[in-house]
């Protein structure tokens, strides 16, 4: 087993190869672990851990050391979010071959005068300089907090497959976990962020997992699947489809009965859908991977679901490299390609049925104003449905968890909501 210098080491060297490769965190921590066997699964979760941390932190540690280099992520990662104490962490490396040089006086009188309060508010919210405005935006007088709770440790959420099993079940087959009841999903279950160099139980092992009783699925993306409101009998398509997340949540309101089409662009994505499909025990998803299997479907569906493919910025807790590879030209391209997607797919919506609009985006650019922008040019053939009526019909006694605009949809966020951030529109064709 690795000591706490030899872990912090290798962290730095994982973190230099992602800087200087631009490259996924998880790939470069893979590479790290296939090249040096000898360390053990704690080990590894510890050095993934600093690494994420460092990731998520990037503007404070760099604040705190003057500098944004491999060396002071990793110790900020320490400092920041396992709450070590400089002096404290240089007694506990002082005997490790394996540690990287000791934090120098310099270094020690710099983090004592620090204080991260009188930090600027785009360092304290650990975003991107040209992020800031966009986060302002959304979030108004609190987007340093909702920016600083993006940049925290996430739970792990799994949601009920209400086909095989109900939530007291699952609750008792991983009480050993740890969870809880979600707060809001009604067949959410939470387990809480890991603290230091602790590691979730790897839940996809679970004899229960294998039976198809739960799916790992952030609450939010919950929350926007029970949005959407399908109802056993219902003929459904899921127009951005991915690996089927949502479609597997639909499947189970809907009891199996009514029909739902599974569709996405790029038909590699759905390959997984079969196996989770088989083990869900979903019986009413049909994935319609040829385009030239759509146009049979225009104006039939009661509820079209669109996906959309966004600049994740809702999920940094959980990929905080993608925040600091994130330009403004990616922006500009997903809004593009959202505007194609809504133009597209609002065709099969049937008179009188619902187009939801989901991202896992934070920014109002690819959200309200993508909508509104989208009504302007269907001027009459869809309108907004009443999104503050239907949360707390959804979610009663819940008005706080979410931000509201009765026409302009519903934005979860990490610090109001407890979730990744997500927004969801619902807009009614006419009759």
């Avoid at 949809?409 to 529109?425: E, H, M």
């Amino acid at each position: 087993k690795m000591r706490l210098g030899g872990r912090l080491a290798a962290a730095m060297e994982v973190l230099e190869d992602i800087g200087r490769r631009h490259r996924p965190a998880a790939d470069a921590l893979k590479d790290w672990s296939l090249s040096h066997r000898f360390a053990g699964g704690g080990d590894r979760a510890a050095i993934g851990n600093i690494v994420y941390d460092g990731l998520r932190r990037m503007r404070s540690a760099a604040w705190l050391f003057g500098e944004d280099t491999p060396r002071a992520l990793a110790f900020g990662a320490l400092l920041l979010e396992w709450r070590k104490a400089p002096e404290a962490l240089n007694a506990a490396m002082e005997e490790d071959k394996f540690a990287p040089p000791l934090l120098t006086e310099a270094e020690l009188a710099r983090l004592a005068g620090a204080n991260l309060a009188e930090a600027p508010p785009a360092v304290q919210a650990d975003c991107p300089d040209w992020c800031a405005p966009l986060l302002e935006d959304a979030f108004g007088q609190d987007w340093v907090r909702e920016g600083a709770a993006l940049a925290a440790r996430p739970p792990l959420d799994l949601r009920v497959n209400t086909l095989k099993a109900s939530r007291e079940q699952v609750l008792a087959e991983l009480r050993d976990t740890g969870c809880r009841p979600s707060e809001l999903a009604p067949h959410g279950i939470r387990i809480a962020p890991i603290e230091g160099d602790g590691r979730h139980p790897n839940v996809q092992a679970e004899p229960a997992f294998q039976k198809g009783w739960f799916e790992v699925q952030d609450q939010g993306s919950q929350i926007a699947s029970e949005l959407a409101g399908a109802a056993a009998g219902m003929q459904v398509l899921d127009y951005c489809a991915g690996a089927g997340g949502k479609s597997l949540a639909l499947s189970a309101a809907m009891e199996n009965r009514g029909q739902i089409f599974a569709h996405d662009a790029e038909k590699q994505r759905l390959a997984p859908m079969f196996e989770r499909m088989r083990r869900a025990g979903s019986r009413n998803i049909q994935v319609v991977s040829r385009p030239d299997e759509l146009p049979a479907l225009a104006g039939r569906m009661d509820i079209v679901l669109i996906d959309a493919p966004c600049t994740g910025s809702g999920t940094w807790r959980r990929r905080p490299d993608a925040k600091w590879r994130l330009t403004r030209k990616q922006l500009d391209i997903r809004k593009a390609e959202q505007a194609a997607i809504l133009g597209a797919a609002c065709a099969f919506v049937k008179p009188g049925g619902l187009l939801a609009y989901v991202t896992c985006s934070v920014f109002p650019e690819e959200n309200g104003a993508q909508i509104e922008a989208f009504r302007g040019r269907h001027t009459g053939d869809f309108h907004a449905i009443d999104h503050r009526a239907l949360w707390d019909g959804k979610f009663p006694g819940h008005a706080e968890a979410a931000r509201i605009d009765g026409q302009g949809g519903i934005s979860l966020s990490p610090a109001r909501s407890g979730t990744d951030g997500f927004y969801f529109c619902a807009l009614r064709r006419q009759g």
